[in-house]
């Protein structure tokens, strides 16, 4: 009885970390050939002090593999080009969302973008299942410090798990956000920050 015991022990052993690496999450890995969607969400990129350098710097380093949509330049009637966007999608292996942090929340062009433009790929709609596998990184910029957003306060994963759930729920592969703090014009190291930021959203990318 003691021999059966044990061999049920050691294969519990051998079959419990197999079966965690069974149930890992696999995401798609980058590669030269890779297309990378940037969705600016910031209502006036052009006075923006952060996030108009990261998506510059962006540009700089992924050249051809990357396509950046404005937002605030293609849509300033908020009227969405729902197929367009879906297009642009439909050949996107990463889809950044590039956006400030509002009211613990998307500025509301791209909440706007969020609303006409995933409609389709809900579970049961005409797009169901063509957002799968498809790599989704939040990239926010927050003007409030590092210690607003930590215990005993809500920290930023937790606001952007509406975000989560919504990309989630289509099929998106969602990986860890980054976001830097202290994107405001008084800060004297803003250039920094958005350096900072833009190599910690560059090695997210390329790690994948």
């Given at each position: 009885?003691r021999?059966?015991?044990n ?16 149930q890992?999450k696999?995401?798609k ?8 969607l ?5 209502p006036?990129?052009?006075?923006s ?10 540009e ?5 593999q ?9 849509y ?11 297009e642009?999608?439909?050949?996107a ?12 929340s998307?500025p ?15 579970p049961?709609?005409k ?26 306060y ?33 800060n004297?190291?803003l ?14 990318i390329?790690?994948?």
């Open positions: 009885m021999s059966l015991k061999i049920s022990f050691l294969l519990f052993l051998v079959g419990f970390p197999l079966m965690l690496f069974s890992s696999t995401y890995v980058f590669s030269p050939a890779s297309k990378i940037v969705i600016s969400g910031h006036h990129l052009e006075n002090n952060v996030n108009k350098v990261i998506l510059k710097e962006l700089k380093h992924f050249g051809e990357i396509s950046i949509r404005r937002l605030d330049k293609l300033p009637d908020y009227q969405i080009n729902i197929k367009a966007e879906q642009a999608i439909k050949n292996d990463f889809i950044v969302l590039q956006f400030p942090f509002y009211w613990y998307t509301a062009i791209l909440k706007k973008w969020i609303d006409d433009v995933l409609y389709d790929y809900f049961g709609n797009l169901s299942g063509e957002f799968k596998d498809k790599v989704l990184i939040a990239s926010v910029t927050i003007g409030g410090s590092e210690k607003r957003y930590s215990s005993p809500k920290t930023v994963e937790t606001y952007l798990i509406p975000l989560q759930e919504t990309f989630e729920i289509i099929g998106a592969q969602w990986v860890s956000p980054v976001y830097s703090f202290g994107a405001v014009p008084s004297k190291k250039s920094e920050t958005a350096e900072k930021h833009f190599v910690k959203l560059t090695n997210l390329m790690r994948q």
